[in-house]
């Protein structure tokens, strides 16, 4: 029996698998693909004697070697040469999806395609011309509705008759000049290499070369022609840029804006709130100021708002401790309760408050849709600053917990952006530093504390731009660029009440759960080493902490911390803080011997802080070393000591200058 | 076209009056931030302007974005019909900053309530007029938000009208 090899490819979600399963009846044989634990599909099915056996390829939005994907997909189409390639396209999503289709034909792969989703193209109003694409296209165009099985027959048909096509049409998409004559040029000389031209379509080729494409450079770089390459590569680039790739990619968005969905789509194009508001969230000037002002106001909600909620926990807890170390004749023992315990938990647990409203704020951002188009608005940043793409994601969850955040950089698929990446990410606010910044803020910036917290995020977003811009330049393992971002954008939704409030909840749990656990172990030692020697601590009932083991601690490192204005107290905080960083508030409330309710005003008047050595600790703390947890999960997705200590390092001594810089330049401007 | 009847009638209202509200926001919040900045460089006292208008560097910089905003939907009068995107957008940054100031001010309200219960102070109403929001329920932008609620009706009754919100396209 005559045996068809099809190959089944298409952007995610354009129903890709149900046409698989519609052609091979749901019978599937699953494996992996060779050395990958990407997932491969085949299926057979037998059509007017024909034996098609039916390869099901990763969903790729496009045919680069940026993830394991698209080189799976592009490889099996260069390598196993299928007699027939389907394009599943979205036929209600068309612009979208023919970037892939494009590579393809740039390919030479004989394409049929599926133009899927054409009852939800039609609701949406959308009316496309068949016959004009597939003129344009050179390709047959089928349209099915895969839910309902409309068009596999014809599907079928016209798979078998391409695979009888002996001629394919070549030279599809025209990139116009002065693209055209270099591809044109490159090609030529890739020519002369026997073994490349055996194997590769030569016009495709030298677009990947000119795209400095990594897995064709590695190819061609054992070329003889290779050094003649090189010198056409160096020329082209004085034509068209540095970034040839960004260029030749934004020509093929081009071709199919301005060339073939004119032609193709009739009428008006549908217009959904979704593209009214993404006019203004993504407009290339009003996108990201837009973005900051959505900031400042979850950051107004999750200060301002919360606050008598913070106040009614701190109230509860102090009447707890009260009530509790009553009963207690042993004063130590009541000491340990009332102010070990419930004071320094107590501390901690106020702060869950604005936790609790932040990420209340951030799951509603979150579940309308707009976040992606934060990440979006800020790739176009974040890559001219030599930060990838997709980092902005791990950023995002970094204000949350800097744990789930490192580990969310298992997405980028280079190691060289994903390192860099799990480097900066602790300088991005987690969640654990707000409880510091608000007592601090509280306690000494008066009607500045909103804004001055509000700036530590700013400052860590800057700051991870910088290092990464930094080690992007000096370290030659980062050296190069990050490869582009592409991402799907989700429509807007209105956010459900239930919904946002567990992804609320579930975040917040995280907060609670480590306040029952490694913050009550920090605050039972503090409160140890902050009461004993109990007699020398404890004189004519008077609380002297001078002469308590911690002094001696903030002591012995104070002289390192003189020049930022930092007392032995603030010392000893920050050496807690590196258990976890929300140790700090309860170290803080322990060494002062109060209850929580008075953490912030007793801060203020034993004069730890002035304002400027006050803003300049809440710059350390949101700089300094990373938490525990934070560096199991580096030295875990690295797996380098290497890299862990070199985090701990440079954080130390970049918090350190930071601070300095602050106090320094603070003072010159007559701050105190 | 309907979206040519719009530019023509309701449109033309709905940009001018997105264009009013533009203009208002970008003044408080020119005022707002230069008063902030007035306040953080020469200044320790607060320099509110007549008790209204607050010193205010991050709320002033919000609203000259509110203002921006709103501004940008003057090309729905040359019939480009993605800008009401931007009328959308300003009236919902003009709802995010008018509900949070007002949240605000009942927060102040209850941490009053609060120290008053627990013996820490006296009941009074200033909270009302003053507090973390700055002149609590005077703050301009709670009344921009107000006043920018006939726009909001006018801009849902077109995008109704025209299917927008079910994502259907214009009819001809």
Not at chain 1, 328 to 352: E, H, K, M, N, Y
């Amino acid at each position: 029996m005559e045996k068809v090899v099809v190959a089944l490819i298409g952007n995610p979600n354009v129903g890709k698998s149900q046409i698989f399963n519609n052609l091979t009846g749901g019978r599937a044989h699953v494996g992996n693909w060779p050395g990958k634990t990407v997932e491969k599909k085949e299926g057979k099915c037998v059509h007017k004697g024909v034996e098609l056996h039916i390869v099901d390829l990763p969903g790729t939005y496009s045919l680069t070697a940026h993830s394991i994907d698209e080189l799976i997909a592009r490889n099996f189409i260069v390598e196993e040469k299928p007699d027939v390639v389907v394009d599943i396209v979205d036929a209600s999503n068309l612009e979208r999806n023919l970037y892939l289709l494009l590579q393809l034909l740039e390919l030479e792969a004989n394409v049929v395609v599926a133009l899927n989703k054409w009852d939800a193209a039609k609701s949406l109003g959308y009316e496309i011309n068949v016959d004009e694409l597939s003129r344009l296209l050179g390709v047959p165009v089928i349209p099915t509705v895969a839910t309902e099985k409309m068009g596999m027959e014809e599907l079928k048909d016209a798979i078998l008759e391409a695979a009888k096509r002996k001629e394919r049409r070549k030279n599809i998409v025209k990139y116009g000049e002065p693209f055209d004559g270099i591809i044109s040029e490159i090609a030529s000389i890739l020519q002369k290499d026997g073994e490349l031209s055996s194997k590769y379509p030569m016009r495709w080729l030298a677009i990947k070369v000119l795209e400095a494409d990594e897995e064709v450079m590695k190819t061609v770089s054992k070329s003889p022609v290779y050094d003649e390459l090189k010198l056409k590569l160096e020329e082209a680039k004085k034509v068209l840029g540095e970034d040839m790739e960004i260029a030749l990619a934004e020509r093929r968005y081009s071709i199919i804006a301005e060339t073939i969905v004119p032609r193709v789509l009739t009428g008006a194009r549908p217009l959904t709130l979704t593209d009214l508001l993404d006019k203004a969230f993504l407009s290339k000037h009003l996108g990201i100021p837009i973005f900051l002002a959505l900031w400042w106001a979850l950051f107004r909600f999750a200060f301002d708002v919360s606050a008598p909620f913070s106040d009614m926990l701190s109230m509860l807890f102090t009447e707890l401790g009260k009530f509790v170390s009553s009963g207690i004749s042993d004063p130590q023992l009541a000491s340990f309760i009332a102010d070990g315990i419930f004071g320094g938990l107590g501390t901690v647990l106020s702060f869950f408050p604005p936790i609790f409203f932040l990420f209340l704020g951030l799951a509603m951002l979150e579940d309308s849709g707009y976040l992606p188009r934060a990440a979006f608005v800020m790739d176009r940043l974040m890559v001219k600053l030599g930060l990838h793409g997709r980092s902005f994601i791990p950023m995002l969850l970094g204000f949350g917990c800097n744990v789930p955040a490192v580990m969310a950089t298992r997405t980028i698929e280079k190691e060289e952006d994903r390192i860099l990446t799990i480097l900066v990410n602790p300088l991005m606010s987690c969640s654990a530093r707000l409880p510091v910044y608000l007592l601090i803020a509280s306690a000494v910036l008066g009607p500045w504390a909103a804004a001055a917290t509000y700036s530590m995020y700013i400052l860590g977003i800057a700051l991870a731009i910088l290092m990464a811009k930094l080690f992007r330049t000096v370290i030659p393992y980062f050296k190069g660029k990050p490869s582009p971002l592409i991402m799907e954008l989700p429509l807007y939704a209105v956010p459900t009440v239930r919904t946002t409030l567990i992804h609320a909840w579930e975040r917040g749990r995280l907060f609670l759960r480590k306040a029952g656990t490694i913050i009550l172990l920090v605050v039972i030692l503090s409160w140890f080493l902050s009461n004993y020697p109990w007699e020398a601590v404890h004189q004519n009932g008077e609380f002297v902490i001078e002469n308590s083991y911690i002094a001696q601690l903030g002591r012995l490192l104070e002289p390192y911390f003189r020049p930022l204005g930092f007392n032995w107290m603030a010392v000893v905080a920050l050496f807690f803080g590196f258990l976890a960083k929300e140790a700090v508030v309860g170290t803080f409330a322990t060494m002062l011997g109060v209850s929580e309710e008075e953490a912030s005003s007793a801060l203020a008047s034993a004069g730890v802080f002035t304002p400027l050595t006050g803003f300049a600790f809440m710059a350390f703390t949101l700089t300094y070393t990373p938490c525990m947890a934070t560096l199991g999960a580096i030295y875990r997705e690295t797996n380098s000591w290497k890299w862990t200590i070199f985090a701990v390092v440079y954080e130390l001594a970049l918090a350190y200058l930071v601070a300095l810089g602050i106090v320094t330049f603070g003072r010159l401007l007559g701050f105190t | 076209m309907r979206w040519l009847s719009m530019r023509q009638g309701n449109g033309r209202l709905v940009a001018a009056y997105a264009v009013a509200l533009g203009v208002a926001y970008l003044a408080l919040g020119a005022v707002e931030l230069a008063l902030g900045l007035h306040n953080l460089l020469w200044c320790s006292e607060n320099a509110s302007l007549a008790g209204i208008v607050p010193t205010d560097i991050l709320g002033g910089f919000a609203s000259l974005v509110t203002g921006a905003t709103f501004l940008s939907a003057i090309s729905v009068l040359r019939g480009v019909r993605e800008s009401w995107g931007y009328v959308i957008v300003g009236l919902f940054l003009s709802a995010v900053f008018g509900v949070l100031y007002m949240l605000i001010v009942g927060a102040d309200g209850l941490s009053t309530w609060l120290s008053y219960v627990a013996g820490e102070g006296d009941w009074t109403w200033e909270w009302l007029t003053s507090g973390s929001a700055g002149p609590g329920l005077l703050r301009p932008e709670i009344w921009l938000f107000l006043a920018s609620l006939p726009l909001a009706h006018l801009t849902l009754r077109a995008l109704k009208q025209f299917n927008v919100l079910r994502g259907r396209r214009a009819q001809a």
